[in-house]
């Protein structure tokens, strides 16, 4: 009866129009007043604090802090130089540049909705002017925009550790393998579009010097994701501490070697980290007391053993759990989607045989497929605000990606190793 009400008041107040915070709040007060937990009020509130209460949650802003402090360093533009010299003489070569340019800085931000906003605002117009399809170059940002959620560090993957006590630092190295290789799909698809339409391409040959200078010029940059996971990998640092480290590093990069990065640029950057923290930050508060009463009434017990009984198999079984996460990523956002679904599902997927790295990936790359789906697709709505243009058009050119992420997903569920293979070999 207490879940019956703890669902239903959240689903009403959903259908209300809530913020999804608030109608989590109202579910669990509902539960309290109406249900038969016979727990006072004030024990929400204790149980909010601790949500927050995490010195592992500390890294979220700090690696934000990080990424902002970058990109306003002058990152994104010398990216995206050194991958057109890459790329760019391939047919449609920009669609690969844009999904590189989205990869590097993902893993430097660690947010998707951050990174596509960032490379949406360069790409877009260049793409554009270059003589791609607007639509196209939207899609394409939309789509390698959630790379930043897989290639560590990752917001995402903080939080799933957090909410199911896995290892940040096993994560962060397991997400490696599937961000390069998401990325390699992406391009692939963005390659055989380029080719089937005839997009243009640059001319000439390579200039070498150029690429050289470009390339020292964007290496302080490219070198930062290497020595977070290098601090962490080698324990001379937390996730935590990595993340301090990372603040220091983008700092002296954008103000001695960049020198782009002057003191007004520094607000701006901690309104931003901070604005983006908020948001995370008290759902995974709000979040506790309801996850607490899912567990507390058995919930995910009672829903593995359910599922199990069935003897649908492991295939069959991640499938459901597969088709469910992609349910609920058409209507929710990937941050709340993460913190109802992996207290159920992830002992679901154990129960299955899955490994816990695996099914962090999976959960990870499954919920970002949500990102760029109608109708509430975040980064849709991002590319369509930076490049004017219409959610249909974008939809309709995002087709190839959403193929290419259901490949790459099938990928992760056939072939643990992809997932499994570099965390064990670095000691996770």
Same mark, same amino acid.
């Given at each position: ?10 689903? @009403? ?16 007060? &509902? &539960? !309290? ?27 979220? %802003? ?5 990424? +902002? ?30 999904? /590189? ?6 893993? !430097? ?23 791609? $399809?607007?639509?196209? /170059? &939207? ?37 490696? =393998? %599937? ?22 391409? *640059? ?6 010097? +150029? ?13 930062m994701p290497i020595m977070v996971l290098g601090s962490i990998v080698t324990g001379f640092a937390t996730a935590t501490e990595a993340a301090s480290l990372s603040v220091l590093y983008a700092l002296a990069v954008g103000t001695v070697i960049y020198r782009q990065l002057g003191w007004r640029d520094l607000f701006p950057a901690v309104t931003e980290a901070v604005t983006i923290t908020g948001s995370v930050m008290i759902i ?9 009463? !899912?567990?507390?009434?058995? *919930? ?27 349910? *609920? ?12 679904? &992996?207290?159920?599902?992830? $002992? ?27 109708? =509430? ?6 590319? @369509? ?30 072939? %643990? ?5 570099? %965390? ?5």
């Amino acid at each position: 009866m207490t879940v019956l009400i703890l669902f239903l008041a959240f689903v @009403c107040l959903l259908l209300a129009g809530l913020p999804v915070v608030w109608a989590m709040a109202g579910g669990t007060i &509902a &539960a !309290l007043l109406f249900g038969d937990l016979h727990l006072p009020l004030a024990w929400l509130a204790q149980q909010t604090l601790r949500g927050a209460d995490s010195s592992t949650l500390a890294s979220i %802003p700090l690696f934000l802090l990080a990424g +902002e402090l970058m990109n306003r360093g002058g990152l994104t533009l010398r990216i995206m130089r050194v991958a057109e010299h890459c790329f760019g003489r391939l047919r449609g070569g920009l669609g690969l540049v844009n999904v /590189a340019t989205a990869f590097v800085y993902g893993g !430097l931000t660690g947010s998707a909705t951050a990174d596509t906003g960032t490379v949406a605002k360069v790409m877009i117009p260049v793409m554009e002017e270059r003589g791609y $399809p607007r639509a196209f /170059a &939207a899609a394409v940002t939309a789509a390698s925009g959630t790379l930043g959620i897989i290639v560590p560090p990752s917001v995402i993957l903080i939080m799933f550790g957090v909410l199911t006590n896995t290892s940040i630092g096993g994560l962060f190295m397991a997400g490696v =393998i %599937p961000g390069v290789m998401l990325a390699a799909v992406f391009m692939v698809t963005a390659y055989v579009v380029g080719v089937r339409e005839h997009f243009p391409k *640059v001319e000439g040959k390579m200039d070498w010097v +150029e690429l050289r200078r470009d390339l020292l010029g964007a290496l302080p940059a490219l070198l930062m994701p290497i020595m977070v996971l290098g601090s962490i990998v080698t324990g001379f640092a937390t996730a935590t501490e990595a993340a301090s480290l990372s603040v220091l590093y983008a700092l002296a990069v954008g103000t001695v070697i960049y020198r782009q990065l002057g003191w007004r640029d520094l607000f701006p950057a901690v309104t931003e980290a901070v604005t983006i923290t908020g948001s995370v930050m008290i759902i995974m508060a709000v979040a506790m007391p309801f996850g607490w009463i !899912l567990t507390f009434e058995l *919930v995910p017990h009672t829903v593995a053993s359910w599922i199990v009984d069935m003897h649908t198999g492991p295939l069959m079984t991640i499938l459901l759990v597969i088709l469910v996460l992609k349910v *609920v990523g058409f209507w929710l956002d990937l941050g709340p989607a993460m913190i109802i679904l &992996a207290p159920i599902l992830v $002992p679901v997927a154990k129960a299955a045989g899955f490994e816990p790295y695996q099914i962090g990936l999976i959960f990870t790359m499954t919920l970002g497929w949500g990102l760029f789906t109608p109708p =509430i697709g975040t980064n849709i709505f991002v590319v @369509c605000n930076v490049g004017r243009i219409e959610i249909g058009a974008v939809s309709r050119r995002l087709i190839p990606f959403w193929i290419a992420t259901a490949f790459a997903i099938a990928l992760l569920v056939f072939f %643990p190793g992809l997932t499994q293979w570099l %965390p064990r070999v670095m000691g996770y």
